[in-house]
């Protein structure tokens, strides 16, 4: 599908050595959706389900085990200067804004660096007026460009981290649990931001969550993945209002006795159990 990015039929598995004997970990059995520009996909389930796999996949940082990832229909099966092509156009915000910016440099070379690795075009002025106006974007502001992270919130540096994705260029924003490291009290701001920026921008946002309640306010599409399936899927409030799986259900209750969710994963069974399972 043009002006797209594809999944199909991705499969992961991994090999886990026990003892003498080696164990197969099937973190992702047969997912398939499209991301168009301007809509937020969620992929929903626990820790454990494989959601985080697939980002890492999306993003080249894992290699699948069988099926593709198309961007506008083209296989992305490359290296070199098509992958940095690539990249350029799908980037990812990762959980941990406190791990994903170097402590050793200012927020001006985290913004600027990615600028001049993939329009080596810019001059130095050019390079830092468009770092100060990425950062206004995500709301901070060119006052921020010579602070180091460690001057800022963990707010503020998911911001950051979020302006040097856009940075290159991107169509569309993997976002692996975005908020979940934040204080509660500013995880609505950032996931605003990143609706804002949605729509603004034209981007496709894939937001990967456990968090049924934002991911049916901040997306137009749920998925729900349940040991590597994606066990059900459809317009956001569909799919949190009236749940046809089981396993939808129980993460549904669990919101709000998030006790009931360990009680009862071990009962729910995925449509195509596969194994072992990780996130």
Known sequence: MSNSLEVRHLCKDFRLRRGMHFDTLHAVADANFILEPGHTVALVGESGSGKSTIARIIAKLETPTSGQVLLDGAETNFSGAKLAGYRRQVQMVF???????????????????????HHPELSTAEVRKRA?????????????????????????????????????????????????????????????????????????????????????????????MHRGVIVERGPADDVILNPQHEYTRALREAAADPDRLGRLRDEVRAEKPGGIHED
């Open 95 to 117: 959980q941990d804004p406190f791990a994903s910016l170097n402590p050793f440099h200012s927020i001006a070379h985290h913004i600027e660096r990615p600028l001049r690795i």
């Open 132 to 224: 100060a106006e990425l950062l206004e974007k995500v709301q901070l502001g060119a006052t921020y460009l010579e602070r180091r992270p460690h001057e800022l919130s963990g707010g503020q540096r998911q911001r950051v981290a979020i302006a040097r994705a856009l940075a290159p260029g991107a169509r569309f924003i993997i976002a692996d649990e975005p908020v979940s490291m934040l204080d509660v009290s500013i995880r609505v701001g950032v996931l605003n931001l990143l609706a804002d920026l949605q729509r603004s921008e034209g981007l496709g946002v894939l937001y990967i969550t456990h968090d049924l309640a934002t991911a049916r306010h901040f997306s137009d599409e749920i998925l729900v």
